[in-house]
């Protein structure tokens, strides 16, 4: 049996900011290839910055701990400061996970990107549109 930090046991037992957003502004998808697991992030954006952040993870209790946390660390950032958070660093702030645990933290900020991605690709769209009509 791996030995996990408490912080990773505390928000795998007690996972941050679980669901879906209705409308949201950015959705972002991910499979994990080593296991399959599957990672969904959601995001709501205010003036730039991430005023909501939701997840489904559909994995084990390492990737709803790393989903958990990168959720934490996301809210309230802007959508740079957001897009600089990385896998490793979701890691860290976990205090670490067993070395085969490890491929489980590759989803976390991914997803959160892919989320942003989809937010800004959406929001060059409507600037574009937007324009025409000045
Ligand atoms: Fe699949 Fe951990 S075993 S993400």
Not at 8 to 20: A, I, L, S, W
Not at 48 to 73: H, N, P, W, Y
Not at 80 to 106: F, M
């Amino acid at each position: 049996m791996p030995m996990y930090s408490e912080k990773v046991m505390d928000h795998f037992m007690h996972p941050r900011n679980v669901g879906t957003i209705e409308n949201a502004d950015g959705v972002g998808e991910v499979g994990n290839p080593v296991c399959g697991d599957m990672m969904t992030f959601y995001i709501k954006v205010n003036d730039g910055r991430l005023d909501d952040v939701k997840f489904q993870t559909f994995g084990c209790g390492a990737a709803i701990a790393v989903s958990s946390m990168v959720s934490e660390m996301a809210m309230g950032k802007t959508l740079d400061e957001a897009t600089a958070i990385t896998n490793r660093a979701v890691a860290e702030e976990l205090e670490g996970l067993p070395t085969n645990k490890l491929h489980c933290s590759n989803l976390g900020a991914d997803a959160l990107h892919k989320a942003i991605e989809n937010y800004r690709a959406k929001h060059a769209a409507q600037t574009a549109g937007g324009a025409r009509n000045d």
